[in-house]
């Protein structure tokens, strides 16, 4: 896309995940991968594009990586991001209890870090507040049935969540070890025996500088 004269680079906070785009991605001389944080991060180019996808859900300081970025563009340059709505995920048929309790912990528990549970539909505001310009937003939820050949693997993202940051709502009390792994049961034979869609809602966002 960039052609022979353009030049992409990539960034990331973890070692292990530029690890695995280095090893993926060889020997093309106008990609880079580096592990850098967006806060501090700094080039001498400016660049057409900047994007993220699904990374400012994680933010608290949502504003002041949105305007890094802004400052990383050309004039004219295009910043796009991809990120969810996580309250308006919609499960068919409805989750088990167990795991509709670590949901709205898991929810709950975003919200007091400081992250935005509503990014996806937060980002038209935000662009416009930082000056971006001819603000476009399209609609990219992700929709799994029985149809896709990984439908299972898609529904897992929520059984990772329980394994994974479950173990940081117990530690901070949002809920209790005996829920988690209740949640994690209930949700596997949900996933296998009774799942029939699951729709994650996603927006991107695209402003001109």
Avoid at 81 to 101: A, C, Q, T, W
């Amino acid at each position: 896309l960039v052609g022979d004269s353009g030049f992409v680079t990539g960034i990331d906070t973890s070692e292990y995940l530029i690890g695995i785009a280095q090893r993926n991605f060889p020997g093309i001389k106008n990609l880079a991968f580096e592990m850098a944080d967006i806060n501090s991060y700094l080039s001498e180019s400016k660049y057409d594009i900047v994007t993220s996808a699904r990374v400012l859900q994680w933010l608290s300081n949502r504003e002041d990586v949105l305007m890094k970025m802004k400052d990383l563009l050309k004039e004219g340059g295009c910043l796009t991001i991809l990120d969810y709505n996580h309250e308006k995920v919609e499960f068919d048929p409805e989750l088990p209890g167990s795991m509709k309790r670590l949901y709205r912990a898991f929810l709950q528990w975003r919200q007091d870090s400081g992250m935005d549970n509503q990014v996806a539909d937060n980002l038209e505001q935000l662009f416009s507040e930082i000056g971006l310009k001819n603000i476009d937003v399209e609609d990219e939820s992700e929709i799994a049935t029985p149809a896709n050949a990984s439908f299972i693997d898609e529904l897992g993202i929520w059984q990772k969540v329980a394994e994974t940051r479950g173990i940081q709502l117990v530690n901070d009390r949002y809920i209790s070890e005996v829920e988690r792994l209740l949640a994690i049961q209930e949700y596997g034979d949900w996933m296998v025996n009774k799942a029939k869609r699951m729709k994650l809602y996603l927006k991107s966002v695209t402003g001109y500088k």
